[in-house]
């Protein structure tokens, strides 16, 4: 059938993707590292954490680092952010590899968390305080997705991304690339009259003036507030 024979044609480059991403993967592995002060504080619910607790007794840590917008309504919360994060629910397989995952907010820790339970997410969720941005973002911006090392009671940061690179925790993109419309993203190179009706400056996470997988949490009777004062609707344009 000339079907299947279109498809295994394709499989011949998909398997060579498959294996060019494993090699870049190796090469990943072999990357220098640079260390990172150990007592570097963070806040979490019980207060002031240093780095090195964050591990959870692991020796890996895979952290993901949250825009935030101080003193903003839930509708104008990082967008690309609350995509996402709001990917990532079973943490169980990561932990048999000894990696934690853990969000570091740009944001205090009061309000950054009560989003955090208004959006329903169960991940260990920490603030970063001002003075650590600069040891831990370091002319970087949040947003960006960094993993670390610890041997014994030292820490390395191994790698970092931002941009395309996060997409792998995106377990969505994955499922719409397989399909035949994709993710229908005004960038993507589709076949004539193919819907494409997202933009990809933070509207592809929206929806109605919010980050789209709100409104689920909404619909299901979940308080917004993040602090007294009514609720805001608009765009935080932190994903342009």
């Known amino acids: ?15 060579a993707h498959t294996r060019e991403g494993d090699a870049i993967a190796a090469a990943r592995r072999r990357l220098p590292m640079t260390e990172v002060d150990p007592s570097t504080s963070l806040v979490g619910g019980k207060g002031p954490v240093p780095l090195i607790d964050v591990f959870e007794g692991r020796t890996q840590l895979f952290v993901s680092y949250h825009m935030w917008h101080d003193g903003r309504p839930a509708a104008e919360q990082c967008e690309g952010c609350t995509f996402f994060t ?19 907010c740009q944001g205090p820790y009061e309000e950054s968390d009560r989003y955090r339970r208004f959006m329903g997410w169960e991940l260990p969720w920490y603030s970063v305080p001002a003075e650590s941005h600069e040891r831990l973002v370091a002319g970087r911006h949040f947003g960006m997705k960094a993993c670390y090392l610890r041997d014994g009671d030292r820490v390395y940061e191994t790698y970092w991304t931002t941009s395309r690179g996060v997409e792998p925790m995106a377990a969505s993109y994955g499922i719409l690339d397989m399909t035949v419309y994709g993710r229908q993203e005004t960038w993507e ?8 009706p997202y933009e990809t400056r933070g509207q592809q996470f929206r929806q109605d003036g919010r980050p789209t997988a709100q ?3 909404i619909a299901a009777g979940h308080d917004d507030g993040l602090h007294d004062g009514p609720a805001g609707t608009g765009s935080s344009g932190c994903c342009s």
Not at 1 to 15: Q, V, Y
Not at 86 to 104: I, K, M, N, P
């Open 215 to 217: 409104w689920a949490r």
């Open 86 to 104: 709001g990917q990532v629910r079973e943490l169980s397989y990561l932990h048999q590899r000894d990696v934690t995952f853990a969000v570091f």
């Open 1 to 15: 059938m000339e079907w299947l024979a279109a498809i295994d044609t394709l499989r011949t480059r998909e398997k």
């Open 189 to 196: 190179d589709c076949p004539p009259g193919w819907p494409q």
